[in-house]
């Protein structure tokens, strides 16, 4: 992480020097080969929740700053240890994790006589990493985690099932687990979510969010330095730079309450909502700012936008905006 980014003042979002960007063409292969990198570089060895949660989350904002298909799959690694170590274990050194909980459509893998059987969607890594731990649900409806050695013969990607051109990079297929027996059980049934740690793994999601968007954000400043900006683009940079910077506040205010010991599922569930507020307006209004001429002829740029677009929708929108507002209500 460069020094810049931990300023005395905190965070630094948008004062920290640009980190190096990912080349494009990009492929799932050569993202998977770049967080390999950076797990023997030891670049991944964040602290955990709770111990030091102001620098775990800069580190991915600057991982979201850098590349969001990267900063999928090292999320996804970085939260696996955090979760082994709240259940008291440890990753297995020099495995890449990956964390697998999506129910989508109601899709899901299920825990039948100790082996993993069904299908996941959304499975960020399919092809790529070595082990996950994958939420099953039991016949009689718990949830529970399981690690899994994906070189099971029994674990079967399908990476046709990734449509996109947002995330592309990201190797987020669907797979299916035939017979697969687990590494291991971690925690007893429902620890998965009930589990301290559960909230503060989604304010590390939001925090890549936020990396993305300042991003595009060091994107959309570099068109406007190499032409005259008219007023109304700038406006439009004003108010993105506003966003940007008080979601940052934000997700730094909320570290340092997870760090205290004092966060809530609801400061949590703020901070996700606040962010995601703030890179929707950066998706809402960046093509009115830079127009076709960067959309059309900019590929890395595009991507950039499109991986931002697909990958803050793991906010669920309303239906967590509602959520949000009941909390609200209920507490007058």
């Known amino acids: 992480m460069s020094a810049a980014v931990r300023t005395a003042t905190g965070l630094g979002w948008l004062d920290a020097e640009r980190p190096a960007r990912i080349p494009t063409p ?8 770049v967080v390999r990198e950076r797990l023997a570089a030891g670049a991944l060895d964040l602290p955990l929740p709770g111990v030091d949660t102001l620098e775990r989350w800069a580190g991915l904002v600057e991982l979201g700053r850098t590349d969001l298909a990267v900063a999928r799959l090292a999320e996804g690694h970085v939260d696996a240890v955090a979760i082994l170590a709240e259940a008291g274990r440890a990753a297995v050194t020099g495995a890449l994790y990956g964390v697998w909980a999506s129910r989508s459509g109601g899709v899901c893998a299920r825990l039948v006589r100790g082996r993993v059987h069904g299908a996941m969607r959304f499975c960020s890594g399919a092809t790529n990493l070595d082990r996950a731990l ?21 674990v079967i990607p399908d990476p046709t099932t990734w449509q996109a051109i947002g995330m592309d990079a990201s190797d987020s297929a669907d ?10 059980v971690i925690g007893p049934p429902g620890w998965y979510t009930a589990r301290p740690g559960f909230a503060a793994g989604g304010g590390g999601v939001a925090a890549v969010w936020l990396g993305g968007a300042v991003g595009v954000l060091d994107d959309v400043v570099d068109v406007l330095a190499a032409r005259t900006a008219d007023e109304h683009q700038l406006a439009h940079l004003g108010a993105l730079h506003a966003a940007v910077a008080g979601a940052g506040a934000h997700l730094e205010h909320v570290a340092r309450l997870v760090d205290h ?8 569930a703020t901070c996700r909502a606040v962010v995601e507020r703030a890179a929707w307006e950066v998706v809402d209004r960046v093509p009115r700012i830079v127009g076709p001429t960067s959309l059309g002829r900019d590929r890395a740029f ?17 239906r967590d905006m509602a959520a949000l507002g009941r909390t609200v209500l209920d507490a007058g």
Do not use: M
């Open 261 to 268: 010991g004092v966060a809530t599922g609801h400061h949590l």
């Open 26 to 33: 990009r492929s799932t292969t050569g993202v998977a080969a």
């Open 175 to 184: 797979v299916r687990f035939d017979q697969v027996e687990p590494a291991a």
């Open 302 to 318: 595009a991507q950039r936008l499109a991986d931002l677009q697909v990958y803050v929708r793991q906010h669920h929108a309303e």
């Open 134 to 154: 994958v939420v099953a649900v039991t016949d009689a409806g718990a949830v529970s985690l399981v690690e899994v050695d994906l070189a099971h013969p029994g």
